[in-house]
Every structure is written in C-alpha cells, then in structure tokens.
C-alpha cells in the first residue's frame, strides 16, 4: 500500500494569496498524482492529473508539480470560488489511495 | 454531455445486502474503466474498487476493507456499472461516488464523478 501524508490540514487564506499544498508519497510513484477538489455537499472535481497536466475548462491559476515522492498543488492568486478541500490521490498502484485532504478557509 | 447517475443507497441493517447502479451517458461507456469511491461523513475519500473495461479483461480491483464483501460487475448494453455490497456493516456508512477511469499508458484516472448516493447502515 502506498501511504500519502498531504499536508497541511487546514490553510488560512485571503483572497488574491499564493497558495501551495503538500502531498507526499511513501514510496515513488513516477507522475501518476491527481488533485481534486470538494466543495461542500458536492462530488470531487479533477483539477490535475499526471501530476501536473490541468484538466481541460480547469482555470491556469491552478498548477501542478512534482515526481516520485513529492508533489505540489499550487493556486497562484486564490479567488472565493476557491475555497474548499482538495485531495491528491496517486494512481500508480492498487489499492489507489487518497491524501487526508487540505481545507482552504477564508482567514 | 458525460454524466454519472448513482442510485440505489438507502437504510439498511448490518449483515443485509444492498446494490448500487451508475447509469452513464454522454459517451461511450464499454470503452471505458469506471470505479466507485467513498465518503463516510465528515471523512475523507476513501477508493472502494474498480473494473476494467472488457477490451482489457473486464477484470476488477477491491481495497482491501470491502474485498470480499463487495463486487462490481458492469452491463455495457446498459451503459450501467453495479456496486453490490454483502454483509454490510456500520463502517459502511457513507457517499457512495461512481467515476469513470481514462486510460493513460497501462493507468487510469478518474476524470468525471456522480453526485453520489448515500449509504447508511445501521440497526
């Protein structure tokens, strides 16, 4: 099983921030990382595949970095709309398993 | 426009049985992998299992918390992937997420998700 330690937990943020969330593997995965988000009481959306490929209608303030081990979602200038959780999920090997989840709340 | 519909979550008592369906439309769904995921609540996401499409086996993939238990079968005439849940159990409890899997190279991601259908097991 590979373990992710995503981090941090919870990030306090203002509108018009940098932002930058962590997601490391316990053993390398090449670039088979995707990055979600979650907003209340709605399904997961893909942002990011293969580690740094943006899903397609997904806007460019999104990127994504990072091989093998560690990983990196960054949103360079965060909107309102932003606001919610995001997961990383590595899809190297069976069981596919998920990050803990960052919340980006309004600080 | 490509669309998961879950149904099929309800009440139900620990050791019973229930089934869920994802009707897909939108695109060509025999040509595609699909897999389910969960939410308990307040948790994070937690993948369940996954099946492959039939030009790669149809075979299938489990986490190791439902394997055994759980089964997903797909009926491609339907464009309908099944999540049949045996001896269910409180832990259970939770969203129930059907996605579908876009091949790249020899893996898969998960491009599109359902809204979910919930699941509750309890006495």
């Known amino acids: 099983v590979i373990w992710m330690t995503q981090s941090p937990s919870l990030l306090s943020a203002s509108t018009g921030d940098r932002v930058t969330i962590s997601c490391r593997m316990s053993?390398?995965?090449?670039?088979?990382l995707a990055w979600y988000q979650q907003k209340p009481g709605k399904a997961p959306e893909l942002l990011i595949y293969?580690?740094?490929t943006l899903q397609s209608g997904v806007p460019s303030r999104f990127s994504g970095s990072g091989s093998g081990t560690d990983f990196t979602l960054t949103i360079s200038c965060l909107q309102s709309e932003d606001f919610a959780t995001y997961y990383c999920q590595q899809y190297y090997s069976f069981p596919w398993t998920f990050g803990q989840g960052t919340k980006v709340e309004i600080k | 426009e490509v669309q998961l519909v879950e149904s099929g979550g309800g009440l139900v008592q620990p050791g019973r049985s229930l089934r869920l369906s994802c009707t897909a439309s939108?695109?060509?769904?025999?040509?595609?992998?699909m897999s389910w995921v969960r939410q308990a609540p307040g948790k994070g996401l937690e993948w369940v299992g996954f099946i492959r499409s039939k030009a790669y086996g149809g075979t299938t993939e489990y986490a190791a918390s439902v394997k055994g238990r759980f089964t997903i079968s797909r009926d491609d005439s339907k464009s309908i992937a099944y999540l049949q849940m045996n001896s269910l159990k409180t832990e259970d409890t939770a969203v129930y997420y059907c996605t579908r899997g876009i091949p790249f190279y020899y893996y898969y991601y998960m491009d599109v998700w359902g809204k979910g259908t919930t699941v509750t097991v309890s006495s």
């Open positions: 293969a580690a740094s």
């Open positions: 939108g695109f060509t769904f025999g040509d595609y992998a």
């Open positions: 053993q390398g995965i090449s670039s088979y």
